[in-house]
């Protein structure tokens, strides 16, 4: 065995749209994702709405952004806000 055994973590990342900023440091976003039906095969589109810890209040309404997964912030927030990278 060797002791420079490395394991790689895989972060979920997902993108959407901001809906909600009334929360002090958290944003709602909404997430679009296209599904399919199991017996019809007819597609339809499903919304996903996600508190993400927003420690900067740097979210506007309507803006797309991208956050990640983390540790629970609180009871409901377990997603956090990926910094824009173009500032």
């Known amino acids: 065995m060797t002791d420079s055994t490395e394991k790689k973590t895989i972060v979920r990342t997902l993108s959407g749209t901001v809906v909600s900023v009334a929360?002090?440091?958290t944003a709602v976003v909404a997430v679009h994702t296209m599904k399919t039906h199991?017996?019809?095969?007819k597609?339809?589109?499903s919304t996903t709405r996600y508190k993400v810890h927003d420690p900067?209040?740097?979210?506007?309404?309507?803006?797309?952004?991208t956050f990640k997964a983390c540790r629970p912030v609180s009871k409901h927030k377990r997603w956090m806000l990926v910094p824009d990278e173009t500032a």
Not at 56 to 65: D, H, Y
């Open 23 to 25: 929360g002090d440091k």
């Open 38 to 41: 199991k017996k019809y095969r």
């Open 43 to 45: 597609r339809f589109g």
């Open 56 to 65: 900067e209040n740097t979210a506007k309404l309507g803006e797309t952004v």
